[in-house]
Nanobody, 126 residues
Framework: QVQLVESGGGLVQAGGSLRLSCVTS????????MGWFRQAPGKEREFVAT????????YYSDSVKGRFIISRDNAKNTVYLQMNSLKPEDTAVYSC???????????????????WGQGTQVTVSS
């Protein structure tokens, strides 16, 4: 059974930084394209960023492009999300997800992600 566990969330002031981690177990992490999504209270889930299984392809939503960086370490079965210049509107529960198809050009549609973590809360104060 594939499990994804996020960590690194917390409370930070606007302009600050956080790094989220997502450790995967029970599957073949190095074959999965990985993504980060977020959901704020009362809003729909939103795509944040994705990275191919090799790490050679990344894609970001316009709302985080230039501020967030997604990366991965296949030896540690871990995907990261470095979040810089945080804004109050970044406040949400952040979840990682795995696309087991591993096509290498992942996108932002959540229907293609088969496995999901429980999420970690990120709160940005103004």
């Amino acid at each position: 059974q594939v499990q994804l566990v996020e960590s690194g969330g917390g409370l930070v002031q606007a302009g600050g930084s956080l790094r989220l981690s997502c450790v995967t177990s029970g599957g073949t992490f190095s074959r999965y394209d990985m993504g980060w999504f977020r959901q704020a209270p009362g809003k729909e889930r939103e795509f944040v960023a994705t990275i191919s299984w090799s790490g050679g392809f990344t894609y970001y939503s316009d709302s985080v492009k230039g501020r967030f960086i997604i990366s991965r370490d296949n030896a540690k079965n871990t995907v990261y999300l470095q979040m810089n210049s945080l804004k109050p509107e970044d406040t949400a529960v952040y979840s990682c997800a795995a696309d087991r198809r591993g096509w290498g050009t992942p996108g932002g549609n959540p229907i293609y992600y088969a496995y999901w973590g429980q999420g970690t809360q990120v709160t940005v104060s103004s």
